[in-house]
């Protein structure tokens, strides 16, 4: 918790994202419960075992992440609470995949969407 409330020096560490991705993963699903306790949502991972440690700014990632899973959220606890989707449950996943030389990260919602205006 701290890591992410640091100071960034900008150098790269090797970071294993897959537990990165986790962390914050949580970390956001707590922080919103600790302002609506009776929002359930349901967490999917799907983490490419192979992908390892990865040399990246780990406390300027960690808080990317936290703001793309803080808008997962988000979207899926204003689709629970317009009660129009009957029997509605919300789910945020996360998927890393590693391809030659690029890794992928996925964060996936059943919320809200996105308007079409945007």
């Not at 790269?12 to 419960?33: F, I, V």
């Not at 204003?78 to 009957?86: N, R, V």
């Not at 990260?105 to 205006?117: L, R, V």
């Amino acid at each position: 918790m701290l890591e992410h409330s640091r100071i960034s020096t900008g150098e790269r560490h090797p970071t294993d994202l897959n537990a990165r991705c986790e962390e914050s993963l949580h970390l956001a699903y707590h922080g919103l419960q600790i302002n609506d306790k009776s929002f359930q949502c349901e967490l999917l991972t799907n983490f490419a075992p192979h992908i390892g440690k990865v040399p990246v700014v780990a406390p300027e990632l960690g808080r990317v992440f936290l703001n793309l899973f803080n808008n997962a959220f988000y979207a899926a606890r204003q689709k629970w609470l317009s009660q129009a989707h009957p029997g509605y449950q919300p789910k945020v996943q996360v998927i890393t995949n590693q391809e030659a030389d690029f890794i992928t990260i996925q964060i996936c919602d059943n919320g809200m969407g996105m308007p079409e205006s945007i």
